[in-house]
């Protein structure tokens, strides 16, 4: 079974709107990881966040990490068409990178 | 840098057939992971080949295999294809002694694997 679960499963936003998608996971972890998606290619790396981190920016998005709720939420403000995508968190334990089943995010013009 | 790159693009096999599909991960990259991605079900880990050796694997029958040669490019294999095998099937590298258990990876865009 898959380590994280994420919340909404599809999401649909304006251009310029901001997106939030919410990631839950149930055990230990090193680091949760944000990748995303396009159209059923390969994942791209977005940001990694540590197990002894709250929050972490880059560029328009934003990762938090609340470890006692097991829980994550990337934010990706001022949304673009090009971040239309599936949007997955992937949770690391001892090597392991077990992923969760992705938010799709479609941001309209 | 050239990225991680896959082979073939597109694969269509006959059930009972064997797959074999190709990984060359970034150059300086030790480790090698394989995932499958199949309709509705998510990005479910496969294999993982480190400096030559198989060092994790997920929850999949024997007849999915593979191997690492010595320059770090990986190979898996698919033997007795069955139509529930039809997946998009991703490779990734990431850099060797990532002692900050980071494991961050990078991905290939994938070979689809359609069997019929």
């Known amino acids: 079974s898959q380590q994280g679960e994420e919340d909404p499963q599809a999401l649909s936003i304006q251009e310029g709107e901001n997106a939030t998608m919410n990631c839950s996971y149930k055990t230990s972890i090193n680091n949760l990881q944000w990748y995303r998606q396009n159209s059923g290619r390969g994942l791209v790396h977005l940001i990694l966040i540590r197990s002894n981190e709250r929050e972490k920016h880059s560029g328009r998005l934003r990762v938090t990490l609340d470890t006692s709720k097991k829980s994550s939420s990337l934010l990706i403000t001022a949304s673009r068409a090009a971040d239309t995508a599936s949007y997955f968190c992937?949770?690391?334990?001892?090597?392991?990178?077990?992923f969760g089943g992705g938010t799709r995010v479609l941001v309209k013009p | 840098e050239a990225g991680v790159t896959q082979s073939p693009t597109h694969l269509i096999k006959t059930r009972g057939q064997q797959a074999t599909l190709r990984c060359s991960p970034i150059?300086?990259?030790?480790?090698v992971y394989w995932y499958q991605q199949a309709l509705g079900l998510g990005l479910q880990f496969l294999l993982w080949y480190d400096e030559g050796e198989e060092r994790n694997r997920g929850n999949f029958p024997p007849r999915f295999s593979g191997r690492q040669f010595p320059n770090y490019s990986s190979e898996l294999n698919v033997n007795a294809l069955e139509l529930e095998d039809s997946a998009l099937y991703l490779c990734?590298?990431?850099?060797?002694?990532?002692?900050?258990?980071?494991?961050?990876?990078?991905f290939g865009p994938g070979t689809r694997l359609t069997v019929t």
């Open positions: 990734a590298s990431s850099r060797p002694g990532q002692r900050d258990s980071s494991y961050e990876q990078y």
């Open positions: 992937a949770t690391v334990w001892i090597y392991k990178l077990t």
């Open positions: 150059s300086g990259h030790t480790s």
